[in-house]
């Protein structure tokens, strides 16, 4: 899946090449890393990390094209596994409530027919023994893809695009938000700004990758 070779046999939807080359982040162990800079006067965030750099006709960008648009939910799975064995022993990972997956619009999800997170999210609820919430967060409007547009616009169009479905019992509690690509943030910030309505409530994110440029 990241590179469109024949596996051998002993090697699963990641060749052994590919493997080895992934370009991973180390965010879970930096402080000041990438992901969390994004976020910096703009929300409070308790944790933020990306597991991989994606890059133009990289393979990450192979694997999260597979993932997003092929079906290939198996590669959601796999990379949750891995993480979470980086995630298991930060300590504000230990008091995360419950896992969170930035929605689809209802259009958007009968269009593709899944969320693309949702393996990814159901490994990490999985290894890290957290519960996986696709309720609470939900998206108000539909919008079309924000891919190629800058941060100010993405921010704008963003804006009121998510909202909480929530009661009493989610107060208190501390949410991981959980993307696949961060780019601008915009996307992030906003389902973040919805989450901390809930009263004494508190965020980290997490994604499976995030892009430089």
Not at 71 to 76: C, D, L, T
Not at 181 to 199: D, N
Request: hydrophobic share 35%.
């Amino acid at each position: 899946m990241g590179c469109d070779s024949l596996l051998l046999q002993n090697e699963k939807i990641i060749c052994t090449e590919c493997n080895h080359n992934l370009p991973f982040t180390n965010h879970h162990i930096l402080e000041g890393n990438d992901t969390t800079k994004k976020f910096y006067g703009i929300i409070p965030i308790e944790f933020s990390a990306s597991m991989l750099y994606f890059h133009k006709k990289g393979i990450v960008q192979n694997l999260i094209h597979n993932l997003k648009y092929k079906k290939h939910q198996e590669i959601g799975t796999l990379l949750g596994k891995w993480y979470s064995k980086d995630l298991e022993s930060i300590a504000k990972i230990k008091t995360v409530s419950e896992i969170i997956p930035v929605p689809l619009h209802k259009k958007r999800l009968e269009e593709r027919g899944y969320n693309q997170v949702t393996t990814f999210c159901e490994a990490l609820s999985n290894e890290l023994n957290i519960p996986h919430n696709t309720s609470l967060l939900y998206r108000s409007r539909y919008s079309k893809t924000q891919t190629k547009k800058d941060r100010e616009n993405r921010k704008e169009i963003t804006k009121a695009l998510f909202d909480v479905n929530f009661t009493e019992a989610d107060y208190n509690k501390h949410f991981l938000l959980v993307d696949d690509v961060m780019t601008s943030g915009a996307t992030l910030e906003a389902c973040a700004k919805a989450l901390l309505k809930i009263p004494n409530s508190k965020v980290s994110i997490v994604t499976i990758a995030y892009t430089l440029s």
